[in-house]
């Protein structure tokens, strides 16, 4: 049986969206939009961060696909004193104009285009509180109407379902669930390159993964076992004949994979059950090589052939300065000082006994 | 019996002797030497390691315990090492291979500790553990007692250990491997043998942990 947790967790490495620029430029559309709404005496707003890069399961795009970050700008206002909601979205529409060459005003928020390769989606919300404890929020569309809207509930409810898979952190802190949902992005983004409304959104993939997948360590140590995670996970993914139906936890509760034809369903499904295909070979398989090779099939380059993980594992142990000949050597002598060790005990971890 | 004094005399010059660069830690209880261990061929420095011995409250009965302080080490049990940086160098069971009360400690820092801190190197260069490794937790300590009786079932390591249990052990037992013979004719040295080098204590402890493994689990 092959072990490929490793492979797993480089491959979740090569694609995590990873630093901050998103974050700086989120900071300074944000500012631009304040400024705007001061000079000309509009509500202010407070920041919802959400999305995909507060969950944690953000990932960079492939070929010439932007990356984005969501930002919702709560007013404090009613929304009976704004029954149209294109009025407040004209104001953010207005403050960011000519901040780049390109904003968008989509159906649930305003998109602003960076020529970098990424853009900022802005969601408007009104924001009524009757009291401390209770507050009512509503999202602007584009058509004008409010829809009751929890994004704070719905962040705290994927906060939660992440909590529960603590035990499965690795190095820089993702949980397998994180993980997992990130590995369906690409797979989903090799399967739809472009944005089509057949094509599951990140939002989906994350709560059918809190709905489906279970924490799942190696039988032999404590170390995570995502090959098998998804494997399983695939499994309760088509075990029913019917669509996959997820409703959101929170208003509108919708289904969230509602949109996606009957037809592009049944292709989905057969998707997820030639992945498990794959997943399982490649579980059963002794030799590591074709195993990591064969899940590039689904995964794409990012997936990590075994040489890679060697690489990466010898200029983790040297630095990333020296040439692969000092490497080789260096490798060279300490095998040989362990070969002239004598009576050496085979090193154990027994933290209990 | 060694005064304190020539106690501490005696490690201090097993340090200047046997382990130059090697200091006593100030005020430590129990003592504890700290240095490094370098690791080099042909005079040229491949890895280094910071680490602390610390002698054990049972001293000389029990092994110091041994610290990677330099924090070279990702603290997680594939690599062998605990929270505290308190290095895994061998299971419980086999420790008296490598420390007796008559160790010196620099022969011990020379030996196990130093192959330890190989193995780490060649870990981080290669992937690979130059001297194999135990199984984590209780799997590798029954890995060490079914090398040590040639056996592979757990139930019957359990016996085994049971039987080592018992004072004094009769050859005319039948001998927990179950091929029919009585213990003189099958495994009664190596049962002689575990008493010699396992503490009773620690036995004990094992018998628990593997009946309570062995035990079915209760569905509610």
Not at chain 1, 88 to 110: E, Q
Not at chain 1, 295 to 322: H, M, V, Y
Not at chain 2, 15 to 29: A, D, R
Not at chain 2, 155 to 171: H, I, N, R
């Amino acid at each position: 049986m092959a072990n490929l947790q490793r492979h797993f967790e480089l491959f979740h490495n090569n694609i995590k969206v990873a630093g901050v620029p998103l974050a700086e430029k989120r900071d300074i559309i944000l500012e631009v939009i304040r400024k705007y709404l001061r000079e000309k005496g509009l509500p202010g707003f407070e920041l919802i961060n959400q999305g995909s890069y507060i969950y944690g399961v953000g990932i960079l795009p492939l070929g010439d696909n932007e990356y984005d970050i969501d930002v919702g700008l709560s007013f404090n206002i009613k929304k009976a004193d704004y029954p149209d909601a294109r009025v407040v979205r004209k104001w953010v529409l207005d403050a960011v104009k000519g901040h780049t060459n390109k904003v968008r005003d989509r159906g649930p928020c305003i998109r602003v285009h960076y020529a970098a390769g990424f853009h900022v989606d802005l969601v408007i919300y009104a924001r009524y509180n009757s009291s401390d404890q209770f507050e009512d929020l509503y999202l602007g569309k584009n058509d004008g109407s409010w829809a009751k809207s929890e994004p704070k509930k719905l962040k705290e409810y994927i906060n939660a379902a992440i909590e529960k898979f603590g035990s499965t952190k690795v190095d820089g802190g993702a949980t397998q669930i994180q993980r997992v949902t990130r590995y369906q992005k690409r797979w989903n983004d090799i399967r739809f390159p472009d944005d089509s409304s057949d094509k599951p959104t990140g939002i989906a993939l994350l709560l059918l993964s809190i709905e489906k997948l279970k924490p799942t360590l190696s039988a032999n140590s404590n170390e995570s076992d995502d090959l098998a995670a998804m494997i399983n996970f695939c499994d309760q993914v088509t075990f029913f004949f019917s669509r996959i139906v997820v409703k959101k936890p929170t208003p509108e509760y919708e289904d969230v994979f509602g949109k996606i034809s009957d037809a592009e369903m049944q292709k989905l499904k057969d998707a997820y059950s030639e992945m498990r295909k794959i997943l399982y070979a490649a579980q059963i398989n002794s030799n590591v090589f074709a195993a990591a090779e064969s899940l590039q099939q689904i995964f794409g380059d990012d997936f990590p052939a075994e040489e890679e993980i060697k690489k990466s594992e010898i200029s983790a142990a040297l630095g990333r300065d020296e040439t692969d000949s000092v490497q080789m050597a260096r490798i060279q002598a300490l095998k040989s000082i362990a070969s002239g060790v004598k009576d050496a005990p085979k090193p154990h971890s027994d933290f209990t006994g | 019996m060694t005064s304190p004094d020539d106690f501490l005399a005696n490690i201090e010059n097993d340090l200047v002797n046997n382990l130059p660069g090697w200091k006593i830690e100030n005020g430590s209880s129990p003592l504890a030497v700290m240095g490094s261990i370098i690791i080099e061929k042909d005079g040229v420095t491949l890895d280094a390691f910071e680490v602390r011995v610390q002698l054990s409250p049972s001293h000389p009965d029990d092994h110091p315990i041994v610290y990677e302080t330099g924090g070279k080490i990702e603290r997680i049990p594939d690599q062998h090492i605990s929270a505290d940086g308190s290095a895994c160098l061998f299971v419980e069971d086999e420790a008296s291979r490598f420390w007796t009360e008559k160790t010196k400690l620099s022969d011990f820092i020379n030996g196990p500790v130093y192959a330890y801190f190989v193995g780490q190197s060649v870990f981080a260069a290669t992937g690979e553990w130059p001297f194999g490794e135990r199984r984590h937790y209780l799997a590798g300590v029954l890995d060490f007692y079914r090398e040590h009786f040639k056996v592979s079932d757990p139930v019957v390591v359990l016996e085994f250990l049971k039987v080592a249990l018992k004072s004094p052990v009769k050859g005319h037992w039948y001998c927990p491997c179950g091929n029919g013979l009585v213990l003189r004719k099958c495994h009664l040295p190596e049962v002689r043998l575990l008493q010699k080098i396992v503490k009773r204590s620690r036995i004990i402890s094992v018998v628990d942990q593997v009946s309570k493994a062995l035990a079915p689990s209760k569905h509610t």
